[in-house]
Each structure stands twice: as C-alpha cells, then as structure tokens.
C-alpha cells in the first residue's frame, strides 16, 4: 500500500478552515466537511473534476497525473489535479483498486441558473455519491464472475457476533449469527470488498481480512436498538420478526451496514432486497487455510487459472458464474436443498439437446441482477433496460422451449425456476418486456444524456421533433443556395460550429461581396476565410437546438417511466435474474458433469465417505493437456469406525500422489454439497459441517509466522475444533522441526483426533514409525501409495493400495530432480546405516565424515553420445547417413 491511502493517515487528515476563502472554496471546504475523511473528494467544474488540497496530492501520486496550482488561499497556493468527466470511471476505478474511497460532489443545477443569481454566485453542488471498493455498481468497476460484497462485523460486550453482508450490484442483503471460533472462516467465506467494524476492531479486522478494505465506524452505528429502528423504517415493517429470527448482533450488524450504504449512495439507497438471516452451520464452514490450500477459487500464486472454478466452470452467464462461486464457497449442510440441486444436475445431464438449447438462449441473458440494480440506483441507462428486457424475453423462450421437449417434467428446483422466468404468469411484466422492445433501438447508448435510443415510431411527439431536426438541415441546404445566388459566391457555405451556431463561410477574397450587404452580418475573419451569419440563420438556430433539447427531454421522460415501471417490477425481475443464474448453473454443472465423467453423488446423514475411482478434477485436466492419464483411487472413511476406518494414514514416496490424494477428496466433499457432481465412479458422503484442511507449508509472513509456528496454529485449531461431521485433511505436520519432535506432535496429532475429535480424516506422512499406530488404534488404518523400482528407475503408479509403503523412495527422487552423483551416493549410505541401527545417534556415530568421501567424477556425455545430439536426421542424404554410420562406429571404438 502506497503512504497516499494509509487508512490511518487518512483519518488524520486535516483541511483548512474557510476564512477568506472564495465564494468558490468555501464551497468546496463546506463539502469537503461532510465527505468523510478517509475519502477523496471529486469536486465538479463543468466538464472536469477537480481535487484540491491534500486531494489533490494523493490523487496526482496515485493516478500519476500533474499536480498544479489553482489561486491562493489563507497565502498559500492551492494544489490543485482533475480528470476530465468524460473519462472519470478509469480514474475512479484506479483509485478504488488503489484502495481509496471516492466522495463525488456533483452540479446540482445548469450554470446558466446559477448565474441568474448574480454574477458571483456558486453553482450548486452536493455529495451525490460516495464510491467505495464495496458498494460498486458499474459494469467496468466490477468483476464480472466474481461477487462484490460489503459486510459488517458486530461484536457485542456480551460475546456475541453476527456478520451482516450486502451485495449492492445485485441487492442481496444477509446476516448471520458468528459462532465463537468461526468468524475467520465466515470471513474467508464471504470474502469482502469492504468490511464495516467498530473502532477498535479494526486492528482485528485487517489481520483477519487482509485483502478487504476496513472501514472503521464509531462504535454507536453498531447499536441494535438504533439498527432495529433504521430497519423497520426502511423495509416499512413493524417487526422484523416477519424477515425471520435475527440475534441481537446480526441486527446491530444489518443496522449499521444499512446506515453506510445510505450514507455512501447519498439519498438514492441500493434497493436491497429484505434482509434475510441465514442460520449459523446451513454451510459447511471451511477454514481459511483449506481455502487457500484446495485452490477452490484461485490458486496458492492467486490466479483464477488452475484453481478448482477455472476447471469446472461451464457457465454462460456471469451471474451464473457468481452463484457457482458463492455455491463452492459455502457448500450447503442442508440435504433436501443438496438433493434438489443433484437431481436438476441429473436432468439437464439426461436431456442433452434441452441442455444445449437453454445454454444457447442464456449467452444472451447478460447480466439482468446488476443492470436492474442500476436502474434502482437511477445509475442505469437504456441499454441496462434493454438488457433487462432481453433477459426476461430469453426466460419465456426457455418455457416454451420446455414445453415442446419430450421430457416435460423437469425436477422442483428446475421447474421451480422456469416458473420465475415465465412471463406467462406475469401480465405487468410481461407488458414492460415488449415496451421496452418496442421503445428502444437495437443498439442503445450506454447513457441517456445524448438520447437518440427510443426507436422511431414509439412517440408520436418525439418523431415530430426529430422531423423538425431533419428538415431544418434540408432548410440549411436551400438557404446556402440561395445566399450564394444572392451574393454571387458559388464556393458559400453554411456551417456550424459551437460558438456561433450556423455561419457562413466565404474565402477572404470573396468576402468583399458580403460585408456590409443586407442580410449578411459580419461575425469572424480568419486568415483565409471570413464568417457571417444572418437573421434567418439565428432563428433556425435556436429553432433546431431548442427541438433537439425537447427531444432529448422527451427520451429522458420515456427513458424515466419505462425505469419506473422496472423499480415497481423489481422483485419479480430480482426473482427472475436469480431463476436464471440457477438455470445456466445446473445446466453448467451437467455440462461438466459429462465431460469430466462426474457421478451424482449421495449425500446422507450418515458417517460414511465412500468414495470409488475418484479423481482431482484439476490435476486430471493437466495431465490430460499433456496426454496423460489420471488414475483414479478409492477413499473409505467411516466416522464411527465401523464400515471402515475412521482416519487413515496415507504414505507413500515423495511425488507419488499424496496430496492429490488428500485434496481430491476434500474437493469431491466441496463439490458434492455444491450440489454438483463429483469426479467419481461412485460417491455416498455423510454430510459434512466443517472441513479442515492443512495441505502445503506456507510461510504466513504478512502475520509474522513461520511455517512451522503457521502450521501449528492451523493444527491447533483443527484438535481445538472438528466435531465428529467434519472431515480432516492433514499433509506432513510437524516437518517443519526436528525429527523427534515432529514425529511426536504428529503421534499426538493422530491420537488426538481418533479419540477426541473422533471424526473423518485423512493424514499423510512421511513418518513411517506412526503407521504402527494403525495397529494400536482401533478405527485407524493405513493405506499407500504405490512406486516400483523398474530397471533401476523409480515408477510411480499413483495408485492408492490397503497397507503401509515399504519404503520410502525421498533419495531417489532427489536424485531424480538432479541432485549431484556424490550427494545421492553419500545420502545412500547414511540412509542404510540409518535402517539398520536402533537410533538415528548410535548410527551416525561412526559415519565417516563427508570429507573422506571421494567426490565422485560427474559423467560427462561421450563423443558418440555428443554427434549424435547433433545430426539432423531430416538433413541427411541416404548416402551421408550410411557414411555417418561408419564415424559413430568409429568413435564407438575409440570410447570403448
Ligand atoms: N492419481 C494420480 N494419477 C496421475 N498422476 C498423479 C496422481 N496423483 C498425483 N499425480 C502426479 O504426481 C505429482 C505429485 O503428486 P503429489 O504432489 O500429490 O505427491 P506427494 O506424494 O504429495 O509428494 P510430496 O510428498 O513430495 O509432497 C502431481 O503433480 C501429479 O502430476
């Protein structure tokens, strides 16, 4: 983070006071009072806006734009940068990606108003918006694919928390209740643009959302009786039991994320839709390692590229995109709604022609959530209507085109969505879809403010007007003759430019001719040509321009009612954008589902974790890029240690597929309470709460933790936490220290969870002494991963096998990632005296030291091996290759 947007530094920012200041200034300093201090503010001047003052400097620093003076005030000069209006949205999508909050002060009225009142006064302007990383709406400040989230984090002196969340682009507006010990994974879950906390959790806030911006609030805008108020008042309830059960935290949450966003959007509030509590564990909680460690929504190196999504994401839309990721990121405990989303997977997977025709219709839904959210923020323009309208159009097509299909029964979930979708059941709707049809062209412009989208033929009065426009052009063209039959200057021309309106432009030698002549009235003489106007040329003027303002006032109008009638519409349109992100997601996930071969799994309350043939969906579309095949394994856990063992250790040589094993199963768990199919022959998972995952060593230095200090507190967290309907993925702990003590904490590690956290696990080690403990522990065992020694090279199968590895193979994987002859020769060594004695000391003690070892002679490539890397097969003539033959049996000889 660059020193300009220090979150702290900002705070303490001071401007000066407004003695002496301009009528102008002391504008800005009033505004510049009420924009919040940690917020750049976005001073409007016509056609720019400017920042001044320490504004100014950090927004030239951040957006390397030039830093200059504008007048004095209280003796000093006042820095002073702008970006022009036109081209705000880049500069404004810098800064917020920098960090920064933007406050825009807007025009409220015409200059020309302004001036009524007198030559000095100031135009009117106010904070019409406050633009943040978490309440963004437009298209190009946001990620299509991903949501953009505001939460708010209450913490109340009784213990109790609630995060509160907001997704303005779409209007989603959540809360639920923190259980202790798991903010960090609803954190993680969420994953926010910007986090709301009181003052002094901010310090918390960060270390525990590191990539969020932390608004720190007063501790009074978390108060729940405040909240309670702010939210009956703006959902127009008595009570908000009628929204369901809400704790005291998720209220006080709710009211003071619904405070800032009134106070970010200034007076136009997002449209939200009611808040809604979703219960605490109605998804598996996933902790933030397994997060980062499976690689679900990006990978370790933070690219979308290689992680779980990237390779399982068939969608065609964005919001399907979003809910796909939302899905992985909170896999659902709640086995009715995983079992419906299962069978709307298994019916779009059986109908393939169904499948393929929704999917077509869906590439032209766009993006119907955020355009109506738009339009509820009055920040919409016509082409979100059209796209609204288009959207709503494709659903009533998917109906019809369900009910021409064979298969017309489709499963609750699916038929459930297609009734959202249907227009059919909804007249209002329905009128709005075709009037915005009929009233806008194909191809609208992004914003109203130059009208020219209502189609012609929609508004008798504005066809009218635009006759007006043209006919006038065609009054130009016959004015221009007859000046020129009246002057006799063939070359006359009538133009336009915006300082004189219509001219006419003579060549100086010509100009004679006209000036001083009756209608002719002198204006402008430039170098070469000399300008007049006329009476006539004036009136068509303001004629024109006057029709052309009606007009676009007209288009303003119809643009408003058509915007109206959406904002009235817009729960049916909400439930509609959501029908069809379900659709394009469950027909996405089939499409997958084929292709990848994925199985429906089953999803039950049992203990059970019975996985057959299962694969890494990512690992398996590498190899497959490379033309190679992944092997699939099997996975059988029981969490009461009957059907099966309840942990199992898995070991095996290094690279021989260890922590695929361990992720691939975890991921099919994700998956599968997705409500997606899982890489699989077969899958029956008894559902799991909470899942655990320490896969990978990395060094969490942003928090001051070593490896082995950001393991244990991983680990710790895994034995202070898993339940019995958890799932454990544990790789290698405890090798980040000394051998015995790593062991130790391992053993212990592995008991700890067979007895007291008695749930489902997987452990990887490279101890084998610990694969003993399957004999000691009664739902404990082992299983393997296979290599063979074949001619002198090591193989791995990759295959998961019942038992403990023999041996395992780390030397000769060294030597295969290229360690030097010597070293492998040396580790050989040490590596049997080790085997072969009690104790790692009484083994080493009589060790020759390295020094009496002889370096052994690296092998260098012999002169025949060294021609032939050379000869270019393809260059060779027959007769050269024969001849050649003879050199290399040469050099054979002289080798031997
Ligand atoms: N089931 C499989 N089928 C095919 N290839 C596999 C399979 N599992 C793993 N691999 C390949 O082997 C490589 C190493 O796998 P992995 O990292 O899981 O090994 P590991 O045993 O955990 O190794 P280490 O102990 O060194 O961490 C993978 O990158 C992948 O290319």
Redesign the pocket.
Known sequence: MSEAQDPKRMMERAFPTSDGATPMMAQFLELRGQAPLDALLFYRMGDFYELFFDDAVRAAEALDIALTKRGEHQGEPIPMCGVPVHNAQAYLSRLIKAGFKVAVGEQMEDPAEAKKRGAKSVVKRAITRIVTPGTLTEDDLLDARSANRIAALARLATGEAALAWADVSEGVFQSSAVPEGALEAELAALNPAELLVADEDARLASALCPASTVTPRVRAKFDAASGERRLKQRFEVASLDSFGDFTRAEIAALGCLLDYLELTQAGAPAKLSAPRSMAAGAAMAIDPAARVSLEIDRTMAGSRKGSLIDAIDRTVTAPGARLLAERLARPSTDLDAIGARHDAVAFFLETRELREQVRARLKSAGDPARALSRLCLNRGGPRDLLQLARALREGERLNADFARSPRSRPPVLVASQLEAVSLAARPGLAALVQDVERALVDEPPLLTRDGGFVRPGWAPGLDELRKLKDESRRVVAGLQKTYADQSGVASLKVKHNNVLGYFIEVSAKNADALMGVEPFIHRQTMANAVRFSTPELGELEAKIASAGERAIALELEIFEELRARVEALSDSVRAAAQGLAELDLASAAAQWAEEAGACRPRVDDSGAFEIEAGR?PV?EAA?RRQAE???P?ACRLDASGEAAARLLLVT??????????LRQNALIAILAQAGLFVPAASARIGLVDRLFSRVGAADDLARGRSTFMAEMIETAAILNQAGPRALVILD?IGRGTSTYDGLSIAWAAVEHLHAVNRCRALF?T?YHELTRLADELEACGNVS?KAREWKGELV?L?EVQPGPADRSYGVEVARRAGLPAAAVKRAKEILKRLESDDTPAAALSDLPLFSAVQAEPESRPSAVEERLKAIDPDGLSPREAHELLYVLKGLVAKDG
């Open positions: 890494h690992v190899l095949r992944f092997t394994n095996g040589p290094n690279m021989a597929g260890k922590s695929t094993f290698e990887a490279h991963l791995f990759h």
